[in-house]
Structure formats: structure tokens, C-alpha cells
T-cell receptor, first 117, second 116 residues
Framework: AQKVTQAQTEISVVEKEDVTLDCVYE???????LFWYKQPPSGELVFLIR??????QNEISGRYSWNFQKSTSSFNFTITASQVVDSAVYFC??????????????FGRGTQLTVWP | DTEVTQTPKHLVMGMTNKKSLKCEQH?????MYWYKQKAKKPPELMFV???????INESVPSRFSPECPNSSLLNLHLHALQPEDSALYLC???????????????FGPGTRLTVL
């Protein structure tokens, strides 16, 4: 069974604060991919990152960084110096690499991030 | 270019109407998806087409009828919908067919459907 938990339902910060969005997952598969998507009020899901379970290197892209820790089954997302445009719902998702669940994205419930000016 | 387009952006329909949602991608992707998303919930998978063949149907009611006329186009035909079917309908595509089902799914902007 695949499960993704985003325990933070809503987070509010003031502009320029750093914020970390948590993602914890459960899977029996030894290989899988993890994703983060951003969904602004307009509705489109915007792809942010895809990470192979074999690759535990942290990644940084501008103000965004991701911390993947297989030992704790977590794939956390940090936004540094947040901006109002970062306000959105952020989804963490997992897809296995084999079996009948191949091709399915298992989403967490999402975290609503609000950045105040 | 990772663009998936969807039309219309908004749709209001009565329970007796027949309407269609359209999704298009020109990235050469071989898998296309329909998702339904209710407010404050994650997207729920409805259908997956792989190489223009229906590969996954998540037990969706028959009032939703998908169609994949060619590798770039995906339709969702709607008939006799219920008010609880009101939602955001998202289309997505990914590079490989289901055999490469770990590829990134790129989403369109969605169609906001209201059923009266």
C-alpha cells in the first residue's frame, strides 16, 4: 500500500520568512519516485521536482530546496525567503516503479501555504 | 515546452445536458490522464490512456466517457451528471506509456465544472 502524509494542513508566514513543508510516505516498494507539485489558486498543478528513491542527495533550485531522508521516509520541501507568489497548495506525491499501481500518483492531502506581505 | 491545454476553462451544465471536455498536448507524450479534484482535496485519478488505449479506469461511473482520438488529444464526454460531479477536472500527460509510469505527469490548467 502506498500512503503520503502531509500533516500540515495550513501554514501562514510573513514574506521573507523561511518555511518547510513536511512530507512523510509509506511504501513497501524498494524503488519509487517522489514528487512535489504546486497548485496556485488558478488550479493548474505545477511540477516542481521528481526524485528517485535511490538518489538521496538534497537538491536546491533557487529559493527551493528538498531534503530526502530514506531512513525516516521523508521528503521535505523548504522555501527560503518566501514571497507572496509562493502562496499555493503544495502536494507531495509518490509513484511506485512496478506492479498494478504503476502509473498512479499517490498524493498527500496538500498543505495550503499563505505568505503575507 | 511542457504545456497541456484544456478547454473550456469553465463549464456550467444541467443534469440532462451532454458536454465534452478537451485536453491537448504536443509534447509527444504517450500517456494521458484524467483526474477529478474536489475543493481542498488532492486530485483523484479517473482514467489513464497509454498509447491511445484505455489502460486504467478507476471504477468511474459510466456517465463519464473518455476518448482518445489520437496521441495528442484526450476527451471526456459528460452525460446525465449529478451536482456532486461538480469539481475541477484536470488532464495530465507523461512521456512514456504505462510501462514508463514513473515519468513526470504534466498537468493542464483544468476545467471547472458546475452541474446544476
Amino acid at each position: 500500500a502506498q500512503k503520503v502524509t502531509q500533516a500540515q494542513t495550513e501554514i501562514s508566514v510573513v514574506e521573507k520568512e523561511d518555511v518547510t513543508l513536511d512530507c512523510v510516505y509509506e511504501t513497501r516498494d524498494t524503488t519509487y519516485y517522489l514528487f512535489w507539485y504546486k497548485q496556485p489558486p488558478s488550479g493548474e498543478l505545477v511540477f516542481l521536482i521528481r526524485r528517485n528513491s535511490f538518489d538521496e542527495q538534497n537538491e536546491i533550485s533557487g529559493r527551493y530546496s528538498w531534503n530526502f531522508q530514506k531512513s525516516t521516509s521523508s521528503f521535505n520541501f523548504t522555501i527560503t525567503a518566501s514571497q507572496v507568489v509562493d502562496s499555493a497548495v503544495y502536494f507531495c506525491a509518490l509513484t511506485p516503479t512496478r506492479g498494478s499501481t504503476l502509473g498512479r500518483l499517490y498524493f498527500g492531502r496538500g498543505t495550503q501555504l499563505t505568505v503575507w506581505p | 515546452d511542457t504545456e497541456v491545454t484544456q478547454t473550456p476553462k469553465h463549464l456550467v451544465m444541467g443534469m440532462t445536458n451532454k458536454k465534452s471536455l478537451k485536453c491537448e498536448q504536443h509534447m509527444g507524450h504517450r500517456a494521458m490522464y484524467w483526474y477529478k479534484q474536489k475543493a481542498k482535496k488532492p486530485p483523484e485519478l479517473m482514467f489513464v490512456y497509454s498509447y491511445e488505449k484505455l489502460s486504467i479506469n478507476e471504477s468511474v461511473p459510466s456517465r463519464f466517457s473518455p476518448e482518445c482520438p489520437n496521441s495528442s488529444l484526450l476527451n471526456l464526454h459528460l452525460h446525465a451528471l449529478q451536482p456532486e460531479d461538480s469539481a475541477l477536472y484536470l488532464c495530465a500527460s507523461s512521456r512514456s506509456g504505462l510501462a514508463g509510469g514513473t515519468d513526470t505527469q504534466y498537468f493542464g490548467p483544468g476545467t471547472r465544472l458546475t452541474v446544476l
